[in-house]
């Protein structure tokens, strides 16, 4: 099942869930080998093996969407507070004993949405595949921030 992004998985609604890591990535080419390591070494940690190859696929895919998405911005507000610059990535994993959820935060007050699919392009089937691989998915704008929060839940 999947989403058109309706659902909301805010980070408050997360909060009873045992494990729990965030990462804050610079919006630089190498944040997403970065997201991808942490993504394997903290499911390795909390025992969830099982879910290892297709979330570290989905953060991989989350993280490329959100540096395209902040390439050009000059600021961002986060959480209230406004900072100049390229704004960062944030990344956030929330598990249960068979469950995760991915939440990626970029800059851009630019929902994603499925694009047609070219078989020949080089870019344009993060969705799909993701849909593919996850149970729902969605997205949303974070309360007091610029930007946008894109999530998907694996298991």
């Not at 394997?40 to 395209?68: F, Y």
Request: proline letters at 6%; aromatic letters at 8%; hydrophobic letters at 45%.
């Amino acid at each position: 099942m999947t989403s058109s992004g309706t659902e909301v998985w805010p980070l408050a609604a997360l909060v009873g869930w045992p494990f729990r890591s965030h990462l804050e990535l610079g919006a630089l080419p190498t944040a997403v080998p970065c997201a991808r390591v942490h993504a394997r070494q903290v499911l390795w940690e909390w025992g969830l093996q099982p879910l290892v190859d297709v979330v570290e696929l989905i953060v991989s895919e989350l993280v490329t969407n959100g540096l395209h998405a902040s390439e050009g911005l000059i600021g961002s507000r986060y959480a209230g507070r406004w900072a100049p610059g390229v704004p960062p990535l944030r990344l956030w994993l929330h598990a249960d004993d068979k469950r995760v959820v991915i939440q990626v935060w970029d800059g851009s007050d630019r929902l994603p949405t499925r694009q047609v699919m070219n078989v020949g392009a080089e870019s344009g089937r993060g969705l799909f595949l993701i849909e593919a691989m996850c149970t729902t998915w969605g997205s949303y704008q974070a309360e007091g921030s610029s930007g946008k929060i894109v999530w998907v839940l694996v298991g």
